[in-house]
Every structure is written in C-alpha cells, then in structure tokens.
C-alpha cells in the first residue's frame, strides 16, 4: 500500500521526550530534500517535549556516509535515540541500488551493534517528485514520521527490567 499520510501523530500515544537526548545525522545530497526532513523532526521532537537543548545534529557528505557518522555519534554522544536522514534518488546507473542497500544494511548493523535505536529517516525515491511529496507535501513528512518513532524507541531503550509493556 502506498504512503497516504507520514505527518499524523496522536501525542496521547507517545511518550513525553523531556528526558531524552536525539541524535540528527543529515545527508547534504537533495537539501531540498533533507533539510525539511530535518526541520519537520525536529518541531515535533519538540512538540513531544524534547528540548533544544537536547537535540544535537551533525551533517554528512551522502547518504552512504550516514552509517559512519551515526557509529561516531553513538560513541561520542550520550543519546537515546539518533534520526538518519537522507533521499536517494534514482539516476542513470544501478549506483542508487547500492547507496540504498549499503545505507539500509548500514543501518540495520548499527541497531545491532549499539545500544542506540537508529532511525531509518532515508527516502528511496524514483523521482525527485515522490521525494518532495515525502518531504512536506502532498503526503506529509517522513521527518515528522520517524520523530514519533525516535521518541518510542527511546522509552523502549530507558525501559528496565521491572517494566511491564510499553503502551503507546
Ligand atoms: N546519488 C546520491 C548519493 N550519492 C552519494 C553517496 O551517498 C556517497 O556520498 C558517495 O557514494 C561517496 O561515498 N547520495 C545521496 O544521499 N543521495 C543520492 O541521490
Ligand atoms: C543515486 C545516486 O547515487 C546518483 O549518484 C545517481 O547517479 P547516476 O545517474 O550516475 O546513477
């Protein structure tokens, strides 16, 4: 099923990210792109009560590189969660397919290597146009869709042992 809306979120299923600390690692390919990922996870960090304070972020060559800069973040920074973002789009050449493999298994490695939830905030697109409908338009905003998922990844991590489940 195709994507219908990434930008809605119900703040009564989420808990509150004032006592946590988020990581952005930004892809400076497409900053059309990634730059409004990036603005719309951060408003809604902060409207789930994350601080500015607590919200670090660090720019990156190209997607590819989003996994080195993610491992580097996780081991200089004390965060809860950390936001990759990126768009790769489509070209010429099978290049696409290996950025997007690369950054995906990249990233998958990292949520099992560390103790740091890594979101996948990388839009994979066949069109500048998918990605500019993804990135604030007509079918909302991934950025604001993996904030939410920052901040209930982030309860998850600071869960202890005696906690029951995790009601969102
Ligand atoms: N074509 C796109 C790239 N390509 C660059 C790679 O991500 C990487 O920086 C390079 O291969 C050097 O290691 N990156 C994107 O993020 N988006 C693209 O569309
Ligand atoms: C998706 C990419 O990696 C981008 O560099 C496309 O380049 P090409 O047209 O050479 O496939």
């Keep these: 099923m195709a994507t219908t809306n990434l930008s809605y979120y119900d703040k009564a299923t989420i808990p509150n990210a004032n006592s946590f600390r988020f990581g952005i690692v930004v892809s400076e390919w497409n900053p059309e792109i990634t730059q409004n990922l990036k603005k719309g996870a951060i408003e809604t960090l902060l409207d789930c009560g994350a601080t500015k304070e607590n919200i670090i972020s660090w720019d990156v060559p190209g997607s590819f590189e989003l996994v080195y800069g993610c491992k580097k973040m996780i081991q200089s920074q004390n965060l809860d969660a950390i936001i990759a973002i990126g768009n790769v789009i489509q070209g010429e050449t099978k290049h696409f397919d290996f950025v997007c493999e690369g950054v995906t298994q990249g990233i998958i490695d990292l949520n099992v290597k560390f103790d740091v939830p ?39 991590k600071n869960l202890d042992r005696s906690s029951g489940s995790v009601g969102f």
């Design 118 to 156: 890594v979101i996948f905030c990388v839009l994979t697109d066949n069109t500048k146009q998918q990605s500019l409908d993804r990135s604030g338009g007509s079918l909302g905003n991934k950025g604001i869709e993996c904030a939410v998922a920052a901040v209930k990844m982030a309860a998850i």
